[in-house]
C-alpha cells in the first residue's frame, strides 16, 4: 500500500478510536497515528542497505518502479518474487510490543494498534496483487524469500 492511503487511513483509524475512547490522550493518538505510518521506515532501510544510496527520493521512486514492474507480470508469475525484506513487518514485533507495554509503558500498547492497523491493511492490499501472503512473520519471510527471485 502506498505511504498516501497510509497516512489518510491511519488518520481516520487514530481520529475513530479517539472519538470512541475519548480517554486517549494526544500522546496516545500521536503515537498511534505515527506508528500506523512509519514502521514503513523499515522499506527505506531495505533500500540503503540494497543500494548503498540514503536518499528518500529515490528510494520511493525505486519501490514505485519494481511495483509497478512486480505489477506488470501475471498474477501467477508473481508468487516467484518478492519487493524486499522488511524486519518491522511481522507478528514478532507485536510480541515486542507487548512485552514492552507489560513491563515498560502502557504508550507501547499505542504503537501496538497502529501498527497492527499498519500490517492488517497491507495483507488486505497483498491479498488484491498476489496468492500469498508476505509481511506475516518476519522470520517466515526470511526463509520463504530465500527460494524466490528479487523483482529484476
Known sequence: MYPKQHIILGAIFSLSLWVIYPQIN???????????????????????YKKKDWSLRKAYKWF???????????????NNYYGGFFFLHGIE???????????????????????????????VDETKSQ????KSSVIYDYFKFKKLKFIP
Open 26 to 48: 494526544l500522546i496516545g493518538l500521536s503515537l498511534l497515528f505515527f506508528s500506523s505510518v512509519l514502521i514503513d521506515v523499515d522499506h527505506y532501510i531495505y533500500y540503503v
Open 64 to 78: 514505485m518502479d519494481n511495483e509497478k514492474k512486480f505489477l506488470s507480470f501475471p498474477r501467477k508469475l508473481r
Open 93 to 123: 514485533t507485536l510480541f515486542f510490543l507487548i512485552i514492552l507495554t507489560t513491563f515498560i509503558s502502557k504508550y507501547f500498547f499505542f504503537i501496538f494498534i497502529g501498527i497492527s492497523f499498519h500490517l492488517l491493511l497491507d495483507i
Open 131 to 134: 496468492d500469498r501472503i508476505d
